[in-house]
């Protein structure tokens, strides 16, 4: 089980696009020039970074996917000498897997990953506390917090994936050898061919992928324990600013 929390939340990089995005404007090019408007998302952003605190969790499984059925099993250094395997077979492991998830796109999305993390990340119960503060006060405050609270957890879980991602190729993870395309994510543009390669993240709830393995990812990766998140009987998650996600890597 990995851990990670950022040593400095005020140096979280939330772009300022994405908290217009969640605002709903639909725009190119650079945000609107309303210097109201962006003065309270300045500071709004700056009262967050105050008090979040954002942490993660992961673990890498080995991963087999046959049509639409992905089956992730304990994670060993032994699965690396088996990667020029098929993604679909394994003829040595008969054990039973760990979870399983029965998604057409998920499998789609991972079929040439050999393995894959199970990820969550939250940014803590203080921009919840922080929105509650400015609730019965305002009405625009409260909407630009729970945007710039979306555009900050995106952004940290952009920057913890780019960490795990570049601790694998430090630590001399072999890719396996599976063809690549559009959805994956490179690790730089100068990227080599035996860098650590990961799709998209690939969230509960998304296409056919339900909503129900949330608990999956408390069960395994002890959320409530290790960071400190819930799960309520119509499986929303506090912190609200939280995700959990699937990475495949390749």
Do not use: W
């Not at 057409?104 to 199970?118: P, Q, T």
């Not at 909407?143 to 979306?150: D, K, R, S």
């Not at 001399?172 to 395309?181: H, L, M, V, Y």
């Not at 069960?219 to 990475?247: C, D, F, W, Y």
């Amino acid at each position: 089980m990995n851990i990670s929390s950022l040593n400095n939340e005020k140096k979280l990089n939330i772009d300022k696009k994405e908290i217009y995005r969640y605002l709903g404007y639909h725009f190119g090019g650079e945000v609107p020039l309303d210097d109201e408007l962006e003065k309270m998302v300045d500071d709004l952003t700056g009262k967050l970074k105050e008090v979040i605190t954002p942490r993660c969790a992961y673990e890498m499984y080995s991963l087999r996917v046959k049509d639409d059925i992905c089956s992730l099993n304990r994670y060993s250094c032994n699965d690396l000498d088996q990667t020029s395997l098929d993604a679909n077979e394994n003829p040595d492991d008969n054990s039973e897997p760990l979870l399983v998830i029965k998604s057409a796109k998920l499998s789609a999305h991972i079929k040439e990953c050999r393995f894959a993390i199970l990820f969550a990340a939250t940014i803590g119960p203080g921009a919840d506390m922080l929105i509650r503060r400015f609730s019965g006060r305002s009405t625009i405050k409260p909407a630009i917090l729970q945007a710039v609270g979306a555009a900050a957890i995106e952004a940290f879980a952009d920057d913890m994936t780019e960490s795990i991602k570049q601790e694998l190729s430090c630590s001399g993870f072999a890719n396996s050898p599976a063809e690549t395309s559009d959805s994956m994510v490179s690790v730089t543009a100068k990227e080599t061919d035996d860098s650590v390669r990961f799709k998209m993240r690939f969230s509960p709830g998304y296409g056919d992928f339900s909503l129900n393995h949330q608990n999956d990812f408390f069960r395994l990766l002890q959320l409530e324990k290790n960071l400190g998140m819930s799960l309520n009987s119509a499986l929303l998650m506090s912190p609200s600013k939280s995700i959990t996600a699937v990475i495949g890597v390749l």
